[in-house]
C-alpha cells in the first residue's frame, strides 16, 4: 500500500484554514453586522441584527398611511392607529446580511431598509369599517334609478352603478399595508360591482331612452345671411316634450314620447323677441359723442316671421329632418334689408338727442347738419316719441292740423305717428330748455333755414334716431 504523501498538506491547510475562518466569519456576521456597515444613516458595524432592529424602531416616528383611489379617482388617505399595527425590521435586516458577499465585508457600505407592517387582526375589522371610504354609497338611494334635466338635455344617474365590496376592499387594503404600497386604486383591483336592475329600475331607463331618441331626433341650424344664429339641438328640444297635467311625459303609439305644439311656438317667439328690431329688440347707438346707448325700439328694422319658422320646426321634427333654414323677415321699411338686413342702421341717420335739443344728420358716416331744436311740451305732455323710427315721407308747403291748431310749414319729413321734422318760423330761438314748458306739439321744430337743409339731405326710409 502506498503512503499518503504528507508535502501535499503544506499548501492545503492554508487553504483550509483560511475557509474555516472564512466560514467562522460568515456566521458571526449572519448575527453581527459587517465593518463599515451604515443602515437607515446609522453606524451599525459590530451591533447585532436584533439591537439595530430595535434601535431603527425606537427612532421611527413615521405614521403608516396609504393613498386609496375609489371609483371616481377621489383621493382617501388612510392612517394606521397605532394599537393596530406593529413594525419589525427582523425580514428586512435579514435580506440585507444575506446580500454581504465576501467581497462586502470589508467595505464601507450604506443600505436603507423599510420595516414591515404586521396588522392586529383582532383590531383590523373595527378600524377599517370605520373609515369614510366603506360609508359613501350607505345612503344609496331609493330609487336606484335618478333622470336629471340639465342644459344639454337628459342624464341617468345609476345610484349603484359602483357598488363597493367591502369585504374584497378591506383584504385589498390588508395587503397593501403589509407590502407597504404607497397608492392603490379599488376600481383597478376589482372593488366594484353593479347590482342587477328591478323592474323599477328597467322602467327608469326605458323612459331614459325614450327622452334621449326625442332629444336627438334632430339638428337644426337656424342662420341669419348664413350665418348660424341659434341651434335646435338635445338642449332645445328636451322643452318640447308633451307633459301631462301632474307632470309627468305623455307618451303615443309605439312608447315613443309626444311633442308639445305650444312649446315649439314659444321658442319661435323667444328667436323673435331676440332678433325682431321692429318694435322689438332694443337697438345699440353709437351717438354723436361716441357713446354707445340703448335705444328704444320702433317701427324701423326687421321683424322675424315667426309662423313661418314655427312652421319650419314642426315640419323638420315631424318629418326627422336635420339640416339649417334661413331665418326670413319682413323689413320696415323694405329698404332697412340694406342695413345690415335689418341688424344694422348704416352710416346714414338722423339722430334727435332731446336733452341737448339738438338734431344731427350723419351720411356715409360723415356729420354733414347739425341744429338746435325744440321738441315736445314736457309740462303738457306731449313728449317726442323716443325710439328708432324712419323718414316715411317728406312734402312740401303742408299744414299741420291738430285739434287745437292748423300750422301751415314749408318742411315736413314725418317719421312717426303725426310726428316729424319741420321749420317752425314763429321761433325766435330753439335750444335749451324751451321743451319743457314752450314746447312743440310733438314734432321736432327746427330753424327755417336748417329744415330746409334737412329737407334736401334726408332720403325716404333713413332711420331716425330719438333718445
Given at each position: 500500500?502506498?503512503k499518503?504523501?504528507?508535502?501535499?498538506?503544506?499548501?492545503?491547510?492554508?487553504?483550509?484554514?483560511?475557509?474555516?475562518?472564512?466560514?467562522?466569519?460568515?456566521?458571526?456576521?449572519?448575527?453581527?453586522?459587517?465593518y463599515?456597515?451604515?443602515?437607515n444613516?446609522?453606524?451599525?458595524?459590530?451591533?447585532?441584527?436584533?439591537?439595530?432592529?430595535?434601535?431603527?424602531?425606537?427612532?421611527?416616528?413615521?405614521?403608516?398611511?396609504?393613498?386609496?383611489?375609489?371609483?371616481?379617482d377621489?383621493?382617501?388617505?388612510?392612517?394606521?392607529?397605532?394599537?393596530?399595527?406593529?413594525?419589525?425590521?427582523?425580514?428586512?435586516?435579514?435580506?440585507?446580511?444575506?446580500s454581504?458577499?465576501?467581497?462586502?465585508?470589508?467595505?464601507?457600505?450604506?443600505?436603507?431598509?423599510?420595516?414591515?407592517?404586521?396588522?392586529?387582526?383582532?383590531?383590523?375589522?373595527?378600524?377599517?369599517?370605520?373609515?369614510?371610504?366603506?360609508?359613501e354609497?350607505?345612503?344609496?338611494?331609493s330609487?336606484?334609478?335618478?333622470?336629471?334635466?340639465?342644459?344639454?338635455?337628459?342624464?341617468?344617474i345609476?345610484?349603484?352603478?359602483?357598488?363597493?365590496?367591502?369585504?374584497?376592499?378591506?383584504?385589498?387594503?390588508?395587503?397593501?399595508?403589509?407590502?407597504?404600497?404607497?397608492?392603490i386604486?379599488?376600481?383597478?383591483?376589482?372593488?366594484?360591482?353593479t347590482?342587477?336592475?328591478?323592474s323599477?329600475?328597467?322602467a327608469?331607463?326605458?323612459?331614459?331612452?325614450?327622452?334621449?331618441?326625442f332629444?336627438?331626433?334632430?339638428?337644426?341650424?337656424?342662420?341669419?345671411?348664413?350665418?348660424?344664429?341659434?341651434?335646435?339641438?338635445?338642449?332645445?328640444?328636451?322643452?318640447?316634450?308633451?307633459?301631462?297635467?301632474?307632470?309627468?311625459?305623455?307618451?303615443?303609439k309605439?312608447?315613443?314620447?309626444?311633442?308639445?305644439?305650444?312649446?315649439?311656438?314659444?321658442?319661435?317667439?323667444?328667436i323673435?323677441?331676440?332678433?325682431?328690431?321692429?318694435?322689438?329688440?332694443?337697438?345699440?347707438?353709437?351717438?354723436?359723442?361716441?357713446?354707445?346707448?340703448e335705444?328704444?325700439?320702433?317701427?324701423?328694422?326687421?321683424e322675424?316671421?315667426?309662423?313661418?319658422?314655427?312652421?319650419?320646426?314642426?315640419?323638420?321634427?315631424?318629418t326627422?329632418?336635420?339640416?339649417?333654414?334661413?331665418?326670413?323677415?319682413?323689413?320696415?321699411?323694405?329698404?332697412?334689408?340694406?342695413?345690415?338686413?335689418g341688424?344694422?342702421?348704416?352710416?346714414?341717420?338722423?339722430?334727435?338727442?332731446?336733452?341737448?335739443?339738438?338734431?344731427y344728420?350723419?351720411?356715409?358716416?360723415?356729420?354733414?347738419?347739425d341744429?338746435?331744436?325744440?321738441?315736445?311740451?314736457?309740462?303738457?305732455?306731449?313728449d317726442?316719441?323716443?325710439?328708432?323710427?324712419?323718414?316715411?315721407?317728406k312734402q312740401?308747403?303742408r299744414?299741420?292740423?291738430?285739434?287745437?291748431?292748423?300750422?301751415?310749414?314749408?318742411?315736413?319729413?314725418?317719421?312717426?305717428?303725426?310726428?316729424?321734422?319741420?321749420?317752425?318760423?314763429?321761433?325766435?330761438?330753439f335750444?335749451?330748455?324751451?321743451?319743457?314748458?314752450?314746447?312743440?306739439?310733438?314734432?321736432?321744430?327746427?330753424?327755417?333755414a336748417?329744415?330746409?337743409?334737412?329737407?334736401?339731405?334726408?332720403?325716404?326710409?333713413?332711420?331716425?334716431?330719438?333718445?
Amino acid at each position: 500500500m502506498k503512503k499518503f504523501p504528507k508535502w501535499i498538506l503544506i499548501p492545503a491547510v492554508p487553504c483550509i484554514l483560511v475557509a474555516i475562518g472564512y466560514f467562522a466569519l460568515m456566521q458571526y456576521y449572519q448575527v453581527n453586522i459587517p465593518y463599515g456597515t451604515w443602515i437607515n444613516d446609522m453606524y451599525c458595524t459590530g451591533m447585532t441584527y436584533e439591537e439595530v432592529g430595535e434601535l431603527l424602531l425606537e427612532k421611527d416616528d413615521s405614521t403608516v398611511a396609504l393613498e386609496v383611489l375609489d371609483s371616481d379617482d377621489k383621493l382617501h388617505v388612510l392612517t394606521l392607529d397605532t394599537e393596530v399595527y406593529a413594525l419589525s425590521y427582523k425580514e428586512a435586516l435579514k435580506e440585507a446580511a444575506v446580500s454581504f458577499g465576501a467581497m462586502e465585508l470589508f467595505k464601507e457600505k450604506s443600505i436603507w431598509v423599510k420595516p414591515a407592517v404586521r396588522i392586529n387582526d383582532d383590531r383590523w375589522e373595527a378600524y377599517i369599517r370605520k373609515q369614510a371610504l366603506f360609508h359613501e354609497d350607505a345612503a344609496a338611494a331609493s330609487p336606484r334609478m335618478t333622470i336629471v334635466e340639465g342644459k344639454e338635455g337628459f342624464e341617468l344617474i345609476d345610484a349603484q352603478e359602483n357598488v363597493l365590496d367591502d369585504k374584497k376592499a378591506a383584504r385589498v387594503i390588508l395587503e397593501a399595508f403589509e407590502e407597504s404600497k404607497e397608492r392603490i386604486s379599488l376600481k383597478d383591483a376589482g372593488c366594484y360591482y353593479t347590482p342587477a336592475y328591478s323592474s323599477e329600475d328597467k322602467a327608469v331607463i326605458a323612459e331614459y331612452e325614450a327622452l334621449q331618441l326625442f332629444c336627438s331626433k334632430i339638428t337644426l341650424d337656424l342662420t341669419i345671411q348664413g350665418e348660424v344664429a341659434f341651434q335646435v339641438n338635445a338642449s332645445v328640444l328636451k322643452d318640447w316634450i308633451l307633459k301631462e297635467a301632474d307632470g309627468s311625459y305623455s307618451y303615443g303609439k309605439g312608447g315613443l314620447l309626444l311633442l308639445d305644439e305650444a312649446k315649439v311656438k314659444e321658442y319661435a317667439q323667444s328667436i323673435s323677441d331676440e332678433v325682431t328690431t321692429y318694435f322689438g329688440k332694443p337697438w345699440q347707438f353709437v351717438d354723436h359723442n361716441g357713446d354707445t346707448i340703448e335705444v328704444k325700439a320702433g317701427n324701423y328694422g326687421r321683424e322675424l316671421k315667426t309662423y313661418a319658422l314655427t312652421n319650419k320646426l314642426l315640419n323638420a321634427y315631424n318629418t326627422g329632418t336635420s339640416g339649417s333654414y334661413e331665418l326670413e323677415f319682413v323689413f320696415h321699411p323694405s329698404s332697412a334689408a340694406d342695413n345690415g338686413y335689418g341688424a344694422g342702421y348704416g352710416d346714414s341717420y338722423v339722430e334727435v338727442d332731446i336733452e341737448e335739443q339738438h338734431v344731427y344728420l350723419y351720411i356715409d358716416g360723415e356729420l354733414v347738419l347739425d341744429s338746435p331744436c325744440v321738441t315736445g311740451d314736457v309740462r303738457r305732455k306731449r313728449d317726442t316719441p323716443k325710439g328708432t323710427f324712419y323718414i316715411e315721407y317728406k312734402q312740401r308747403n303742408r299744414t299741420l292740423r291738430g285739434e287745437d291748431y292748423a300750422t301751415p310749414v314749408s318742411y315736413w319729413m314725418h317719421f312717426y305717428n303725426h310726428c316729424g321734422f319741420h321749420d317752425a318760423n314763429w321761433r325766435r330761438s330753439f335750444g335749451g330748455d324751451i321743451y319743457i314748458n314752450d314746447g312743440s306739439h310733438g314734432c321736432v321744430n327746427m330753424p327755417p333755414a336748417k329744415a330746409k337743409e334737412l329737407y334736401s339731405l334726408v332720403e325716404k326710409g333713413m332711420p331716425v334716431f330719438v333718445y
